[in-house]
């Protein structure tokens, strides 16, 4: 019998222990900067959601206890309550800080000057409470631009690994870059003191049981965005030696200049 001259079956390329470390620790990298940014998406519709239905006509079922009139009765120009001031399960009333308002018939705001705050009856966004509001909006937004960013780094890791693979500079910057973009978004949402006044806004109670829902999700929501956030960010991290070691290769010896 003739031997060799049958084909050998083809076998997958084995890698060492490092490679799949690597290639699971970059995985795992993108996966969590996805799961933030995700996040991130849904907290910033969550809160978008809370603010609908402080003007205008109501728009979903997550009811504040106090709002603003409808545009029929500008808060500015009339300063006594009409039947036609609220939307339907609201009565107007009228306080000597903000003027007229609509309240809620069947929910108490838990702390109504908070809830007040919040809701800006004036539009001028003068209180403490407002200001908190605006900024925590604002870091959000930031957050999620930042998430994205975030990913599109990654993927640049990832495809680095396919077409440069001895282009360690580039991919141990590429990871340093991504590490530090993550850090800045998990640290703009903390810094701004969203967890504090997540915690204020369910404390003041100023949603009928949808809202106060909503509240509760957006809390989740917001401890996971931090949670993955910081784990993406050192896992982007925890790639750099690798890459300025090894690049992006998966097998054989280390780069050498």
Known sequence: ????????????????FRAITQLVVTGAAVSTAVTAFVCSFILEQYLDTLNQNFRGKLKQQSLPCVRHT???????????????????????SKSPIVGVFCQYGTVTCGDHNWCRDFADMPDTCLTEVCRRHAMVARVTALSYILAAIGIFLDLIDVIS??????????????????????LISFGVIVGAGTSEFLQQLEKAACFNADGMQLIAGLRFVYF??????????????????????????????????
């Open 161 to 182: 690994i396919c077409t440069i693979p001895d282009a360690i500079v580039f991919k141990s910057g590429v990871n340093v870059f991504s590490a530090l973009v993550k």
């Open 224 to 257: 996971a965005f931090v949670l993955v956030s910081a784990i993406s960010a050192f896992l982007s991290l925890l790639l750099s030696p690798f890459s300025a070691y090894y690049g992006g290769k998966l097998t054989g010896i280390p780069y050498i200049k």
């Open 1 to 16: 019998m003739l031997q060799g001259h049958f084909p050998k079956p083809l076998m997958a390329a084995r890698f060492g």
């Open 70 to 92: 409808l545009k029929e009765c500008p808060i500015n120009t009339v300063d006594k309550c009409w039947d036609y001031c609220c939307p339907i399960g609201y009565f107007c």
